[in-house]
Structure formats: structure tokens, C-alpha cells
């Protein structure tokens, strides 16, 4: 069956037979920075105490997580949480954090019973949104410049063909000339409006707090020709065939979606790398020193873990190279990012 890709990648991975329909676990196919290691739920924990105090610790500290998998990022935050309320450092964050999970899957057996599990972003927000790998997943339109102007890119759904069709909406040709402009026969636009939407749709439920979109990501300066429609299966790249075996994703246009957020109330703005990102909150992926191997050799193999984890995370030719847009409603940004503006 012949689709414009936005179609074919939602029927893809939300119709009743996509990928994300079959109950699979996704961390069987990528592995997002939640999987890698708790250091990544350990830099959104500082972003949630930044904001908890800017936001004069509030009776209820929203912690949202869209695109939220298995839960597996927001339970890392709850485990955290409750080290630091055991230890006495937490003031009170564990009695008011209230854990949101967005996802369209159903909820997972065995997830902390504390993490409420709904389809949408709750109305209203004060607090922290965590929006990890969810823009890319979006469904798009597809353009390439023809002879006689821009044309939808249609696929063939079995098989993954392409071939040309009508043109785009006006919308999506005026989103392109801003955002992706295609300037030789054969260039192509991933036409991201839906992003857009999507992304200003979350701000504009946050009354006060920060939001955060950490994903694959380019900047108008740099586009890709040919775009970056890919697939994912079985922890490989594969085509982007649309017949629901596999994840369909296509990187994130995230000065677009920036400005959308400021379009629809956000006050402030840092687009960065995740490397820059979780260096600033303190990951470093240092090796220990070898002294400790002698001294304290358990710890020494906890530390040496741990670096190697987060080298992983900021490593700029992987994990670290992904885009960090993070926003504020109604406070300033955090005192640790607003440097990397």
C-alpha cells in the first residue's frame, strides 16, 4: 500500500500491529541513555532539585517523563530519590515529587506503583519534563525537490519503495522555506511541523518548570540532503521499511521545535550537545586513580563502572553528540545550563 511517510510511520509503530503495539520491550532493539546507566537519571535528578528550588519547593513537584518506554528513567529517579531520603539530603522531595509517565503502551508489570502511567501530559505542570528519544519518533512528511517544485515522497509499505507525489501542504512548504530549504533537484526535507506542534503542545502545559527534549538532532545550518530516515531492529540499523517490524526514526529539527517552545510561552532557551549537557551536571567519565585499586578494590571497580558509563553517555561520537533543547516557563533557567546559551 502506497502512504505519504507520515501515514505509513504512524500506522508503523502506533497502528494495532506497529512496533510499538507488540509489547516488546524497546531495549531490545536501541538502547536509550536510561538503559546505559543511572548517571543520566542522575543528571535530571539535579535538574529537578534546580528546579524545585527556583520554584520555592512546591507541596507538588510534577515529574514528567514523555515517551517513557518501560518507566525505566522515572523508577532510576525514585530509587534515587529515596538513597537521598534515606540518607537525610532530600528535603522533602520524596513526599512531593509526583512521577507522570506519558506512553501509548500499556503500563508494565512490576513498575513502582508511585509513577502514574497516562497516554497525554497531565494539563497542568509545575515541574520537570523529560522528553528522552520521543521527537524523533514523531511521524513526519517526507519532500524532495522535483522539477516542477517540492513533491511528497510516497512508500510502498511491504517492501519500503518510494516514488514521487502530490505536493505538501501549504503549511509544511512555508515550515520547509523557514526550516529545511531544498535547493537542487533531489535535496530532501523531513518536514518536522509535527514536531513542532508536539513540542509546543508540552509547554504550553507547564505552568511553571523546565522541560527537556534530549534526541538525534540537527540545526538549519547543517541539514542533511538526503535526510536520516532510519530503522531499528534487534540493536541494528536496518532500512526504514514502515510495515511495523521495526522502530522508524527520523532526527529532530530541535531549532525549529526551540522556537516553537518560545512561540508558546517559553521564557528562556539552551540548545546543546548532551555532552555539554551532562558535563555541566557533573558527569565526567574520569577514570579513578589506580591507587584505589589497592586500597579499596570494590570500590575501585564500582568507580571504574561508573566512568565507563558515563564516558558512554557524553562519548561525542555516539550518545554525546545528541541535541539537549531545554526550555523554562515562568523561572529562569538552571544555574547550571544557562552558561551553555
Not at 538549519?220 to 526514526?249: E, H
Not at 579499596?296 to 533543547?325: H, K, N
Amino acid at each position: 500500500m502506497w502512504m505519504t511517510w507520515r501515514e505509513a510511520m504512524r500506522a508503523a509503530l502506533y497502528g494495532p500491529a506497529g512496533f510499538y503495539a507488540r509489547g516488546e520491550p524497546p531495549s531490545r532493539h536501541f538502547r536509550t541513555s536510561a538503559h546505559v546507566s543511572s548517571a543520566y537519571a542522575g543528571a535530571m535528578l539535579s535538574l529537578l532539585r534546580e528546579a524545585d528550588a527556583a520554584l520555592g519547593r512546591p507541596a507538588r513537584l510534577d515529574l514528567v517523563d514523555i515517551g517513557a518506554g518501560r518507566g525505566e528513567l522515572l523508577g532510576q529517579l525514585l530509587g534515587l530519590i529515596d538513597e537521598a531520603r534515606l540518607s537525610g539530603r532530600d528535603r522533602g522531595l520524596a513526599a512531593r515529587v509526583a512521577a507522570r509517565a506519558v506512553e501509548i503502551a500499556p503500563r508494565p508489570d512490576g513498575l513502582d506503583p508511585r509513577i502514574r502511567w497516562q497516554a497525554s501530559p497531565p494539563d497542568a505542570i509545575t515541574g520537570l519534563v523529560i522528553a528522552s528519544e520521543w521527537l524523533d519518533n514523531i511521524p513526519l512528511d517526507v519532500a524532495e525537490l522535483a522539477p516542477d517544485g517540492p513533491r511528497l515522497v510516497l512508500v510502498e509499505t511491504r517492501s519500503g519503495a518510494e516514488r514521487s507525489g502530490p505536493p505538501p501542504r501549504p503549511a509544511d512548504l512555508a515550515w520547509s522555506r523557514t526550516w529545511w530549504p531544498l535547493h537542487q533537484p533531489g535535496d530532501r526535507a523531513e518536514l518536522g511541523r509535527p514536531r513542532c506542534q508536539a513540542w509546543a503542545g508540552v509547554v504550553r502545559r507547564i505552568t511553571r518548570g523546565l522541560a527537556v527534549a534530549a534526541d538525534y538532532g540537527h540545526l538549519r545550518i547543517g541539514r542533511p540532503r538526503q535526510g536520516t530516515l532510519a530503522g531499528y531492529r534487534d540493536g541494528r540499523v536496518v532500512r526504514a521499511i514502515p510495515d511495523g517490524s521495526r522502530d522508524i526514526t527520523a532526527h529532530v529539527a530541535l531549532d525549529a521545535c526551540a522556537a516553537a517552545g518560545r512561540a508558546a510561552g517559553a521564557a528562556a532557551t539552551v540548545l546543546t550537545t548532551q555532552r555539554q549537557a551532562l558535563r555541566a551536571l557533573g558527569l565526567t567519565g574520569r577514570r579513578p586513580p589506580l591507587a584505589q585499586a589497592g586500597d579499596d578494590p570494590v570500590g575501585y571497580a564500582w568507580a571504574l563502572c561508573r566512568a565507563s558509563e558515563e564516558a558512554e553517555l557524553i562519548d561525542p561520537e555516539g550518545l554525546g553528540a545528541f541535541g539537549w533543547l531545554v526550555q523554562a516557563v515562568g523561572l529562569d533557567l538552571p544555574a547550571s545550563l544557562a552558561h551553555l546559551g
